[in-house]
T-cell receptor, first 114, second 115 residues
């Protein structure tokens, strides 16, 4: 079946550091890929998505590129802020949207210090 | 917009009792609601999908008689954990969506501890 593997956390960075959170997937067909973010006490929020190979999703300075050849969707940000501290989940859907069954990675806790 | 709430946010109960968790879409009508379960340091696992007015569709391995789901209206779905046992202790998360938005919106989760 489908699966998503994220790098283990927690990840601790200083403000303005470069962020990478690795995500690889196993799926049949052509899944859509997503990054969700969960701030303390809140529900998961869609951060960005990509629906086909070589697509780049971007939002709030975060980027991730759908790499079919390496089955990866790594999350990057050039300069993190304290407000980026949260839990980040990589996920896939066998459809073109997130409205359906989602398969999640285990989540990566990010802490950014001033 | 697109806010989903859960109640309660945490609950402690004795083994053998039943616990009901509510999931509400506050500012939109959700044709579909999803229920997930999350163990510590593990991913969210989809338990079931429910459409308003229909029986829920459970994922393989999820006991439908153990985890009762009711989606009685377009803004409310409930998950009842029946005869709870310590192994049912977990973080339960719901999400809600519509085919118009083509997106799921997540609640903040409910922490269940069964003693």
């Amino acid at each position: 079946g489908d699966s998503v593997t994220q790098m283990e956390g927690p990840v601790t960075l200083s403000e303005e550091a470069f962020l990478t959170i690795n995500c690889t997937y196993t799926a049949t067909g052509y899944p859509s890929l997503f990054w969700y973010v969960q701030y303390p006490g809140e529900g998961l929020q869609l951060l960005l998505k990509a629906t086909k190979a070589d697509d780049k999703g971007s939002n709030k300075g975060f980027e991730a590129t759908y790499r079919k050849e390496t089955t990866s969707f790594h999350l990057e940000k050039g300069s993190v802020q304290v407000s980026d501290s949260a839990v980040y989940f990589c996920a896939l859907s066998d459809g073109s949207t997130s409205y359906g069954k989602l398969t999640f990675g285990q989540g990566t806790i990010l802490t950014v210090h001033p | 917009g697109a806010v989903v709430s859960q109640h309660p946010s945490w609950v402690i109960c004795k083994s053998g009792t039943s616990v009901k968790i509510e999931c509400r879409s506050l500012d939109f009508q959700a044709t579909t609601m999803f229920w997930y379960r999350q163990f510590p340091k593990q991913s969210l696992m989809l338990m079931a999908t429910s459409n308003e007015g229909s029986k829920a569709t459970y994922e393989q391995g999820v006991e439908k008689d153990k985890f009762l789901i009711n989606h009685a209206s377009l803004t409310l779905s409930t998950l009842t954990v029946t005869s709870a046992h310590p192994e049912d202790s977990s973080f339960y998360i719901c999400s809600a969506g519509t085919s118009v938005d083509n997106e799921q919106f997540f609640g903040p989760g409910t922490r269940l501890t069964v003693l």
